[in-house]
C-alpha cells in the first residue's frame, strides 16, 4: 500500500492555547499551518480554566510572576507581546470580560468565548487546518537536503513533513484535559535537558491530626497569608476532605518541596496579640473562644481551641497571663502544619519544570540543539502564579514563535 505524505511549512503539535495562537500568527504571515491533536476536542484546559469562565490574562504581567531556572528567560516575550495585545484581540471580537481581585481578568460569559476567539484567528487565513485525534507515533529528521521537509511525523493517520515542528503540548496536569509526557520526551530525543516536573497550583493534602480537622472544616474559607522560607501569598484559604485548597495553597504549592512545612497567618491583617489583649480590658470575663468568634466563623475556633489552648478552654479572658496570651496570639499567626504532599497532577492546573529555557531561544523560542525546533506554553520551564499568567505565557511564547516559524 503506498503511504500519502502531505508536506506542509509548520506543524504544531497541540491544539491548546499556546499551539492555537502560535499557528493563528505563523497563517497570518502567509505560513500553512498544520495542528495536529491528540485529544477528540481542542483548548479542553481553556474551556475548563477558571471554573469556566477562563482567566485568560492579568492586568499586573511582571517577570516575578513566574518560576523558572533561568528567570530571565520570559522577559523578552512577555513584553513582545504583552496582555494589552491580548486584550486587544478580545475587544476586536467585543468577548465581555471582567476584573477580578488583583487585576486578574475573567470572561464575563464562558471560556468558550476565548476558545472560538482563536479559532476565528486560526481560520479567518484558511491556511490552517487542525486535526484532532492524532498520535504522533515518532518524529524523525530527513535525510534529504531539503530544509523544507526536514520533519517526518509517523502518525495513526498519515505521514506529515514540514519545515518548522512546535511543540505545544502541554505539560503533565490533568490528563484527563490532555496533560501528557509527550513533549518532554521529544525534548530528550533531540537532546534537551528536561528539568524534573511536578504539579503545581495544587492543593495540599495531610495525613498527620490535621487532616481530620480540614475533614471536619470541609467547605469553610478564609483569608490568610499563607507562606514558608520562600514565598507567601495573603488570599483565601479552603478547607477540603483532603487538607488545604483556594488561591494561597495553590499559589504556594509552586514552592513548596515535600517534607517541608508551611505557616498559616489565621489573622493577617490584624495584630491579633494587642487585639486580644484588648478584649481582655474590655471583656475579662468572655471565653477566648467566644471574642474569637466575633471574628472568625465559630467551628474554625473550636478546632484551633482543641489544637492551640485547649488546657484554657474554660478560663476567662482576664485570668489569662498576658504571656499566654501572647503565646497564642503567636500560634495563630504561625501555626505551622506538614503537608503530606498535594493531589498531584489528578488535579494541578500547571506542571513545574519541563524543557530547560536555556536551551531555548528567549526571543523565538527555537531549540539550540535543532534548528526548525520550537518548544511554547507550558511544556517549557516556565510556570505562572495563579492569577491569568499561564495563559499569558501560552499567549506570549505562542506569538514569539508565531512570528518566526
Ligand atoms: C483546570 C485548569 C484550570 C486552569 N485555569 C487557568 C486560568 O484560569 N488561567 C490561567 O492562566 N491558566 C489556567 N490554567 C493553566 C493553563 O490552562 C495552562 O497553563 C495552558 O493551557 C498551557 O497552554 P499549553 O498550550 O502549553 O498547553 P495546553 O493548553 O494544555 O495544550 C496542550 C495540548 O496538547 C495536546 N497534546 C498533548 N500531548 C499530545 C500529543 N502527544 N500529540 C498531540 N497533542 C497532544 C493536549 O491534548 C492539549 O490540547 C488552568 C489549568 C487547568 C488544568
Known amino acids: 500500500m503506498k503511504i500519502s505524505v502531505l508536506q506542509t511549512d509548520v506543524i504544531v503539535i497541540g491544539a491548546g492555547a499556546s499551539g492555537l495562537m502560535c499557528a493563528a500568527i505563523a497563517a497570518q504571515r502567509g505560513r500553512r499551518v498544520l495542528v495536529l491533536e491528540r485529544a477528540n476536542k481542542v483548548g479542553k484546559k481553556i474551556l475548563m480554566s477558571g471554573g469556566g469562565r477562563c482567566n485568560f490574562t492579568n492586568l499586573y504581567v511582571e517577570p516575578e510572576n513566574f518560576l523558572s531556572h533561568n528567570p530571565h528567560f520570559v522577559i523578552s516575550a512577555l513584553s513582545r507581546y504583552t496582555q494589552w495585545d491580548f486584550l486587544g484581540l478580545v475587544a476586536d471580537y467585543k468577548i465581555a470580560y471582567e476584573e477580578r481581585k488583583h487585576g486578574q481578568l475573567f470572561c464575563q460569559n464562558s471560556a468558550k468565548d476565548i476558545l472560538n476567539m482563536l479559532l476565528a484567528e486560526c481560520s479567518k487565513t484558511g491556511k490552517v487546518t487542525i486535526q484532532t485525534s492524532t498520535e504522533i507515533e515518532s518524529v524523525q529528521i530527513s535525510t534529504s537536503a531539503s530544509k523544507s521537509s526536514q520533519f517526518i511525523l509517523n502518525t495513526n493517520l498519515g505521514v506529515y513533513q514540514c519545515e518548522s515542528l512546535v511543540v505545544a503540548s502541554g505539560g503533565l496536569s490533568i490528563p484527563t484535559l490532555g496533560g501528557s509526557g509527550f513533549g518532554y520526551e521529544l525534548a530528550r530525543q533531540f537532546g534537551h535537558h528536561v528539568y524534573p516536573t511536578r504539579a503545581g497550583l495544587v492543593p495540599f493534602t495531610f495525613s498527620n491530626q490535621f487532616k481530620a480537622v480540614t475533614e471536619r472544616l470541609s467547605g469553610n474559607a478564609l483569608d490568610v497569608t499563607l507562606s514558608n522560607t520562600d514565598a507567601e501569598f495573603t488570599e483565601a484559604l479552603l478547607f477540603t476532605h483532603r487538607g488545604l485548597s483556594g488561591p494561597s ?157
Open 249 to 405: 495553597s495553590l499559589q504556594l504549592s509552586n514552592y513548596w518541596q515535600v517534607g517541608s512545612p508551611i505557616s498559616i497567618n489565621f489573622f493577617p491583617a490584624l495584630d491579633i496579640a494587642q487585639w486580644l489583649m484588648d478584649k481582655k480590658q474590655a471583656q475579662p470575663k468572655s471565653l477566648l473562644r467566644t471574642v474569637l468568634s466575633e471574628i472568625m466563623a465559630k467551628s474554625i475556633v473550636l478546632e484551633l481551641q482543641q489544637l492551640i489552648w485547649p488546657q484554657h478552654s474554660e478560663t476567662a479572658l482576664g485570668q489569662l497571663s498576658d504571656t499566654i496570651l501572647q503565646d497564642i496570639a503567636k500560634q495563630l499567626q504561625q501555626f505551622e502544619q506538614k503537608p503530606s504532599g498535594t493531589e498531584g497532577y489528578r488535579t494541578a492546573e500547571v506542571t513545574l519544570g519541563g524543557v530547560d529555557t536555556t536551551e531555548l531561544s528567549s526571543k523565538t523560542m527555537e531549540s539550540k540543539k535543532q534548528q526548525g525546533l520550537y518548544f511554547i506554553g507550558e511544556v517549557m520551564d516556565v510556570t505562572g502564579h495563579l492569577g491569568g499568567f499561564n495563559f499569558q505565557w501560552a499567549w506570549a511564547s505562542g506569538a514569539a514563535a508565531g512570528q518566526v516559524v
